[in-house]
C-alpha cells in the first residue's frame, strides 16, 4: 500500500475509545491516508475491540491501519502494520510476528539511524519533531534539511512528525516528507473531516 499523505495519530485522551471510531471515520473522510492507534496506558486486552474495529473501518475506507508499539495486538486484528520507537520490539522480532506487514520507526533527528533502520528493513521512517509540538513539548528536535538529506539517502518513505499544522504542513511536504504524522493538529479542530482535508489539500498542492 502506498505511504502517502496524512498520516493521523490517535490519542487517548482527544480520541478517547467511545469516540474514536467516527472521529477516525470523519479524518479518512477527509483525506487522512495512514491512521496509527496508539493507546500507551491500557492492556492489548483492552483494546482489542476497538483495534479490530478501526481495523476493519480503515480496510473499508481504503486506509492504511498502524498500532503504535503493540506488535501482538497488531498480529492479533491483522492490521496493516506496526510502529515501533527506541524503546519498543527490534524490527527482526516485529518482521517476524507480523510477515509481509508494514513497519515504521522512529528516528528523531538521526538520519545515521534511519540510514541503518532501512538496512535492517523498515518500509518507512519518522523524523521530529519538526516544530513544537504539544503533545510531546520534550521531544528532540528536528528540521527540514533533515527532512531533505533523508529523501537524497533513504530509498524508503519519510514521515515527519511534531507540531505540524496545515499552515506549515507545505513547507515539510515541499522539504520532501512523504507523510506529515498529527495528533492535535487534526484531533482539537471542531470540524476534523474538514481539518483532514486542508491537510491533504498541501499533497495535491
Known amino acids: 500500500m502506498k505511504l502517502q499523505g496524512l498520516y493521523a495519530i490517535t490519542d487517548s485522551v482527544l480520541t478517547p475509545l467511545e469516540s474514536i471510531l467516527d472521529k477516525t ?39 492504511v491501519f498502524i498500532v503504535n508499539d503493540r506488535v501482538e495486538l497488531a498480529r492479533m486484528v491483522n492490521a496493516h502494520g506496526v510502529h515501533i520507537g527506541k524503546d519498543d520490539a527490534d524490527i527482526a522480532s516485529a518482521r517476524r510476528m507480523l510477515p509481509g506487514g508494514i513497519i515504521g520507526v522512529s528516528c528523531y533527528n538521526s538520519l545515521d539511524l534511519a540510514v541503518k533502520m532501512e538496512r535492517e528493513g523498515a518500509d518507512y521512517v519518522a523524523f521530529g519533531s519538526l516544530f513544537s509540538s504539544v503533545t510531546k513539548p520534550e521531544a528532540v528536535r528536528a528540521d527540514l534539511d533533515l527532512i531533505r538529506e533523508a529523501k537524497q539517502r533513504l530509498t524508503i518513505p519519510v514521515c515527519a512528525i511534531g507540531g505540524i499544522t496545515p499552515e506549515n504542513a507545505g513547507h515539510v511536504i515541499e522539504a520532501g516528507a512523504d507523510m506529515v504524522a498529527v495528533i492535535s493538529a487534526l484531533w482539537k479542530a471542531g470540524d476534523i473531516r474538514t481539518q483532514a482535508e486542508r491537510f491533504a489539500c498541501r499533497f495535491k498542492a
Open 25 to 63: 471515520r470523519e479524518a479518512i473522510s477527509g483525506g487522512a491516508r495512514v491512521i496509527q492507534f496508539r493507546e500507551k496506558t491500557k492492556s492489548d486486552e483492552e483494546l482489542l475491540d476497538a483495534a479490530l474495529k478501526l481495523c476493519t473501518l480503515c480496510r473499508e475506507m481504503g486506509a
